[in-house]
């Protein structure tokens, strides 16, 4: 197969409540893919499918042979006083390939080298909740990569962190893209974050639409997935999605002076 | 000087002293991740649990520590199976299950009166009645558990700092988890005659926070954390031949004293000027 994971007709449930329905998606070498739909349309629930963590109850993944695959958790879910220094917790990536507590000299080096690649080797030897937000999110995506990874999976990265560090980690995932990496994002963030993005699924328990921002993001498309309505603009080029509802609530607080946008879709 | 050796002189204080730093190694060990998986409840409920099982392992003739383990390991599997329903909850499940095993212990004990002596020494430890048989459960006891944390170290630390990840990175952590509550029913068993039931749980929760304070790496908290243990278990009895007080009771004072201390001077570092997160 051409692709490094393929989801034919995946239904996914958590007990009796179906979260995925019939999710026909594949992700190639090189593609750079952003998940959005809102809170519950199943977007963990494709990456946890593809990690292998939830079975489908109906479908088939189709992975290609020896698939390795690196899992960047919501870094909400860390429990940031546990005692692991930023080394340590990298080290985590290489649990199976090695059987002694103690890290040999080449996998302290290939962390070394991880960690000097995404610029925090000089907070090796810290707690991991002395660092900023978007060291905080390079620890893992440093653990991710030490596997070695083909794919990576990246849950929500951006969430309630700020604008300074949405935009170091979006910086990071484009590198590590360019460095050839094959790379799946979860994210709420339309504007922020998804709009930057060279391709998107619009997720609500099925795939709702596939293709460029420009051309997913579109008033009907994003009513489909988020069961409201929804405009955009475009900005410089960029679809910026605005909710009609927060806008009037907003001017009638306070009058703003109308800009100069063009509508979209 | 010849006083402060004086109590090696005798063999039942020696085996004493021994199971008492033994049993402080074991539960400092173990107690790491009991700690770090949130676990510390359930160490307390699995010791009254166990009280349980012992009593019902005198009644029918079963070896002491086969009945009392098995009870443990089916009492842990069973506050696991009633813990995932989401309308009770962890804490709950722990409390219905080590309750009712608890009060079946003791309605044992009410029934069969004869042997209610050995019970004491079940609830609040007798560290000078250890013979050599109880010597080597704990040493083995202490060796597997080692062993254990030793070959499952990595897979063991990942599945406790971030389960999900772990079994998506390829660690059975199903597996994992079903070990380790092996491992901590064996230490609750093995050290419930030294220790005593109700000071167990101090035991396996003091020393790993100890360590904590001390330290941010979790490779030094489980050194530090075995330190403080088996320090405490060999203070604690020693003082406990000149006090002349439980020596289980000793070892847990010991310990919380040591705890005092750390957590006041951690306190007053906290206090001086901190790095700052670094910026980037």
Redesign the interface.
């Known amino acids: 197969m051409d692709e490094l994971i393929r989801m034919e007709k995946v239904t996914a449930a958590y007990g009796q409540d179906p979260v995925l329905v019939n999710v026909d998606l594949a992700v190639g070498p090189g593609d750079f893919v952003g998940i959005v739909g809102p809170s519950g349309s199943g977007k963990t629930s494709v990456l946890r499918v593809m990690t292998g963590s939830l079975r489908p109850v109906a479908g088939r993944v189709a992975k290609a042979p020896r698939l390795r695959i690196g899992y960047v958790p919501q870094v909400d879910t860390v429990n940031w006083y546990f005692p692991v220094t930023v080394r340590e917790a990298v080290l985590m990536g290489r649990t199976g390939d090695r059987r002694l507590p103690w890290a040999s000299r080449e996998e302290l080096r290939l962390a070394d080298e991880v960690l000097e690649h995404l610029g925090i080797a000089e907070v090796a030897g810290r707690h991991i909740r002395e660092l900023s937000g978007g060291q905080q999110q390079r620890i893992f995506v440093a653990r991710a990569m030490l596997r070695r990874p083909q794919l990576l999976l990246l849950d929500e990265p951006t969430s309630g962190v700020d604008v300074r560090t949405r935009h170091d980690v979006l910086h990071l995932l484009h590198e590590l893209h360019h460095d050839g990496l094959a790379i799946v994002v979860t994210t709420h963030d339309l504007n922020g974050v998804a709009a930057h993005l060279p391709e998107l699924v619009c997720l609500h328990r099925e795939v709702i639409a596939r293709g460029r921002p420009r051309e997913v993001l579109t008033p009907e498309v994003l009513e489909r997935t988020y069961g409201a309505p929804l405009e955009v603009l475009v900005h410089g080029g960029m679809p910026v999605v605005v909710d009609p509802a927060a806008i009037a609530k907003e001017e009638k607080v306070v009058p703003m002076e109308g800009g100069h946008h063009e509508h979209a879709g | 000087m010849s006083t402060l050796v004086e109590p090696f002189s005798f063999e039942f204080f020696r085996n004493g002293i021994l199971v008492a730093t033994l049993s402080g190694i074991l539960t400092g060990l173990v107690g790491v991740y009991v700690v770090?998986r949130g676990m510390s409840y359930i160490g307390h409920g699995l010791s009254h649990a166990i009280f349980g099982g012992a009593v019902a392992s005198f009644v029918t003739n079963v070896n002491f520590y086969l009945g009392a383990g098995a009870w443990g390991v089916v009492a842990t599997l069973m506050i696991n199976r009633v813990a995932r329903r989401r309308t009770i909850g962890a804490d709950a499940a722990i409390g219905v299950v080590t309750s009712a095993s608890l009060a079946f212990g003791l309605a044992l004990l009410s029934r069969f009166r004869s042997f209610t002596r050995n019970f004491e020494a079940a609830l609040f430890g007798n560290v000078l009645g250890v013979e050599l048989a109880d010597l080597a459960v704990v040493g083995g006891v202490t060796l597997a558990a080692a062993v254990f944390v030793?070959?499952l170290?990595?897979?063991l630390?990942?599945a406790t700092?971030?389960p999900?990840?772990?079994?998506?990175?390829?660690?059975r952590t199903g597996w994992i988890d079903a070990g380790f509550a092996v491992v901590l029913a064996a230490t609750v068993v093995a050290t419930m005659q030294i220790l005593g039931v109700l000071l167990i749980a101090a035991m396996l929760v003091i020393p790993p926070v100890i360590g904590?304070l001390l330290?941010?790496?979790?490779?030094?908290?489980l050194g530090l954390s075995v330190l403080v243990g088996g320090l405490s278990g060999f203070t604690g009895m020693y003082l406990s031949w000149y006090l002349n007080i439980s020596s289980g009771a000793t070892v847990v004072l010991v310990a919380a004293a040591v705890f005092v201390v750390v957590y006041a001077v951690s306190g007053a570092r906290r206090r001086l000027p901190q790095?700052e997160?670094?910026?980037?």
């Open positions: 770090l030793f070959m170290y990595r897979p630390l990942f700092f971030d999900e990840v772990a079994e998506a990175s390829g660690v904590r330290t941010d790496s979790f490779g030094k908290m790095r997160p670094a910026v980037g």
